[in-house]
């Protein structure tokens, strides 16, 4: 069993920071990426940023130059430090990683709950 949880949204001013959290959990036998996610009222998941085991990083073309993603491989968790925030980043979070569990043969995709952050004055 694999579990996703986030942590770190909340409410912050435009032009404010927040730092996202996502830990992975449970029987891992190896993670091939990790990323991230969102999702605003009335609108579709889009794609936020992602970064491989190998270190690879890429960003939404709305995010780049203010997101920056990061992991731990030793803790199995993944970052987003979000700078410049904008009304138009407020969406839930949700974090997204392909994994191989113990005793399994292929990996899976994982979801977690999702965090909301909110960009308001």
């Known amino acids: 069993q694999v579990q996703l949880v986030e942590s770190g949204g909340g409410l912050v001013q435009p032009g404010g920071s927040l730092r996202l959290s996502c830990a992975a959990s449970g029987s891992i036998f190896s993670i091939y990426n990790m990323g991230w996610f969102r999702q605003a009222p009335g609108k579709e998941r889009e794609f ?9 990083t890429n960003y939404a073309d709305s995010v780049k130059g203010r ?10 968790t993944v970052y987003l430090q979000m700078n410049s925030l904008k009304p138009e980043d407020t969406a839930v979070y949700y974090c997204n990683a392909y ?7 292929k ?13 308001s004055s």
């Not at 936020?48 to 690879?56: E, L």
């Not at 997101?67 to 199995?76: L, Q």
Request: glycine share 16%; hydrophobic share 35%.
């Open 48 to 56: 936020v940023a992602v970064v491989t085991s190998g270190g690879s």
């Open 67 to 76: 997101f920056t993603i990061s992991g731990d491989s030793a803790k199995n």
């Open 99 to 105: 994994i191989r569990s113990a005793g399994n043969i």
């Open 107 to 119: 990996a899976h995709d994982y979801w977690g709950q999702g965090t909301q952050v909110t960009v």
